[in-house]
C-alpha cells in the first residue's frame, strides 16, 4: 500500500497548524492534514445555541415541520462538527446532473452538469449550516482557486462573511483533476483520530459527507481494482471511530452507484448512500408508499442528521413499533404528546396521525409530482391495519 504523508503539500503559511497523528490503516502509516479551521476543544467548550427564532422561521418556509426542526436542534448538539469533501474533479464536468428549481407549489428536476447540482447542495447546505450556527467545514478533493477548504460558523462572529465566502467560491471554482478521494477520507480519519477522546468523553460524533460523482483514482487520473481496495480500506480506518459517513452520489452511473452501494453492505460503521432527491424518493417509494418524501427529509439526511429510522426508510418497510418513532420525529413530541401505543390501540393512534398530518402544510411529492401530505393515510392503514379501511382516516 502507499504511504500517505500529504503534510509537504501544504502551503508554508499553514505550517504552524500541522499536526502528525501517524494511524495504522492496514499496512499503510497515515500522516494527518491541518485539522478544520476551528479547533475541536473550542467546538465542545462552546455551549450549543439554540436555533434562534428568525432560522426557526426560515426553515418552515421551507417545509420544516416543528417536529424536524427539534430533531435538527438535537442532532446539532450530538454532532457539533460537520466535514464535507467536495467533489471537484474533471468527471464533475459531464452533463447528467439534476438540480432542483422550485416554484410556489411545484419542484422541477432540470438537466444540468454535475458540478451544477453538487454547487446547490453545497449552497445550500452552507445556508444552513449558517441559520443553524453549525460549524461545517468545506474541503474541495482537488486545491482550486488557492483554495483547499473553507467553512461556514467556524469563526461565530463571521458567519455572514465566511457563507459568502463559500458562494464566492462554489461559483469561481471549474472542476479539473482527479478524484483522489483515499487521500481525503484518510486525512479526515487521521484528524478524528486525534480528537477521539474528546469527542467520546462529551458523547459527541463527527458527520463526513463525501459529495462524489465517481470512483476513487490514481494520480493519474485511472480506477482500478487496486485504487477501490485503497479507498474501501481508507473508509475502514474510520471504523471504531464516532463518525456518521454519508455518500452523496451525483451520478446516474449504474456501476458507481453498485459500488457505493456494495461498500455500505461491507463496513462495520454508520454510513448512508444517498442519491438525488428524485432517485431517493423513489427508493423509500418502494418501501414505504405511505410516506411522502419530502425535500426536508432529504434535506436532513445529506447534511448529516443521523438517526437509525432515516437510514432504514430506502432499504425496507418500517416495522409497527417504528412508526411511533418516526412520526415523533416528524411532527414532534408536543404534537403526538400520548400518542396510543400502534400495537395496542391502532385506531387511535391511526385517527391521531391523521388529524396531526391535516394540520401540517402539503409538501410536494416528488414520485406523485403534486402536492400532498406528509403521510397517505388511506395506504398507511392499509399496510399496517386491518383490511377494512378505516373512513374516519380518509
Not at 467548550?45 to 427564532?53: L, N
Not at 452552507?126 to 474541495?140: I, N
Not at 452523496?248 to 458507481?256: A, I, K, M, N, Y
Request: hydrophobic share 35%; aromatic share 8%; with cysteine.
Amino acid at each position: 500500500m502507499a504511504n500517505y504523508n500529504t503534510s509537504n503539500n501544504n502551503n508554508n503559511n499553514n505550517k504552524n497548524d500541522i499536526k502528525s497523528y501517524p494511524i495504522a490503516v492496514a499496512n499503510a502509516t497515515v500522516v494527518a492534514l491541518p485539522c478544520p479551521t476551528l479547533p475541536v476543544a473550542d467546538v465542545l467548550a462552546t455551549p450549543s445555541r439554540k436555533i434562534r427564532p428568525e432560522s426557526i422561521r426560515q426553515l418552515k418556509s421551507q417545509g420544516y415541520t416543528n417536529g424536524l426542526i427539534e430533531s435538527i436542534s438535537d442532532n446539532k448538539n450530538a454532532f457539533p462538527m460537520r466535514i464535507w469533501v467536495v467533489d471537484n474533479s474533471g468527471s464533475m464536468t459531464t452533463p447528467d446532473g439534476h438540480r432542483l428549481e422550485q416554484t410556489s407549489t411545484v419542484f422541477r428536476a432540470l438537466d444540468c452538469t454535475r458540478w451544477a447540482e453538487i454547487q446547490d447542495t453545497v449552497n445550500y447546505h452552507a445556508r444552513v449550516a449558517s441559520l443553524l450556527e453549525a460549524p461545517t467545514s468545506f474541503r474541495l478533493l482537488n486545491p482550486a482557486c488557492g483554495k483547499r477548504e473553507f467553512g461556514v460558523a467556524e469563526r461565530p462572529d463571521h458567519i455572514q462573511e465566511d457563507l459568502q465566502n463559500v458562494f464566492d467560491n462554489m461559483r469561481k471554482i471549474s472542476p479539473s483533476g482527479v478524484t483522489p478521494l483515499s487521500e481525503r477520507v484518510i486525512e479526515i480519519s487521521s484528524y478524528i483520530h486525534s480528537i477521539k477522546d474528546d469527542l467520546m468523553a462529551n458523547g459527541r460524533k463527527v458527520a463526513v459527507v463525501l459529495a462524489t460523482d465517481g470512483l476513487p483514482t490514481n494520480q493519474s487520473g485511472v480506477s482500478t481494482k487496486h485504487t477501490m481496495n485503497e479507498f474501501k480500506m481508507a473508509l475502514r480506518s474510520m471504523e471504531g471511530l464516532p463518525v456518521w459517513l454519508v455518500i452523496r452520489l451525483c451520478t446516474d452511473d449504474e456501476d458507481v452507484v453498485e459500488f457505493y452501494n456494495n461498500i455500505d453492505s461491507q463496513l462495520e460503521m454508520s454510513c448512508d448512500v444517498l442519491d438525488d432527491f428524485f432517485a431517493e424518493a423513489l427508493e423509500v417509494y418502494e418501501h414505504n408508499k405511505w410516506l411522502n418524501y419530502a425535500l426536508p427529509l432529504h434535506r436532513m439526511r445529506e447534511m448529516g442528521f443521523y438517526h437509525k429510522l432515516f437510514d432504514l426508510i430506502d432499504e425496507r418497510p418500517l416495522t409497527k413499533d417504528e412508526l411511533k418513532d418516526f412520526f415523533y420525529l416528524i411532527y414532534g413530541a408536543d404534537a403526538l404528546d400520548g400518542l396510543p401505543d400502534p400495537q395496542v390501540d391502532w385506531e387511535r393512534f391511526l385517527e391521531r396521525i391523521a388529524t396531526v398530518t391535516s394540520n401540517e402544510n402539503l409538501q410536494y411529492n416528488p414520485v406523485k409530482k403534486r402536492m400532498m401530505p406528509w403521510v397517505d393515510m388511506k395506504r398507511l392503514e392499509w399496510t399496517y391495519g386491518d383490511v377494512a379501511v378505516c373512513n374516519k382516516c380518509l
